[in-house]
Every structure is written in structure tokens, then in C-alpha cells.
């Protein structure tokens, strides 16, 4: 199984823009960061209940997810910001 660039970068996003974005002028399309986001929230009800619930495996489980598609999330939304900096010299954010 091939790593992501998210696992090469160690979930580093200056390290990947370097390695990947900078001499290559590579793009990040704002469907990566909207697909972790979506997944994200849709564990919003699960966890919720889980966290009610008695079920620490299953609580667990799901805070585990929601996490690593939080740090994605973060880690697409920071290499973007760094290429409209290259480009730009300001962000939208």
C-alpha cells in the first residue's frame, strides 16, 4: 500500500508543501478539504451519541476517526493557505 502525502509529511503541512507543492506547483483542490470535512460531521450524531452511550470502545473508535479526519482536514486547509501566500501574498481565510 502506497502513503499518502498526509503520512510522507507526518500531517506536517509546510514539510509537504515543500517536498511536494513548491518546486512542482502542484494544487489543492477545496474538494480534499470539503470531503474530510464532510466525513468529519457526519460522525457529529454517532458521536454525540456515543458519548452519552456506555460503549467506551466504541466512543473511542469514533473519537479516533473523527480526529484523523480533523487533522487531515487541518493539514489540506494549511498546505492551501501556503500556496495563496506563494501566490497571492495574502489568503482568503
Not at 508543501?17 to 457529529?44: C, E, M, T
Not at 480533523?70 to 493539514?75: D, H, I, Q, V
Request: a positive charge.
Amino acid at each position: 500500500m502506497e502513503k499518502t502525502l498526509f503520512e510522507i509529511a507526518k500531517g506536517e503541512p509546510l514539510k509537504a508543501f515543500l517536498k511536494s507543492f513548491y518546486k512542482h506547483k502542484r494544487n489543492v483542490p477545496p474538494g480534499w478539504i470539503k470531503r474530510y470535512r464532510a466525513q468529519r460531521k457526519g460522525l457529529d450524531k454517532e458521536l454525540a451519541k456515543a458519548l452519552k452511550g456506555r460503549s467506551r470502545e466504541k466512543l473511542l473508535r469514533l473519537l479516533k476517526t473523527y480526529m484523523e479526519l480533523y487533522k487531515k482536514e487541518c493539514f489540506y486547509i494549511g498546505i492551501r493557505t501556503l500556496l495563496e501566500l506563494e501566490r497571492e501574498g495574502k489568503t482568503r481565510r
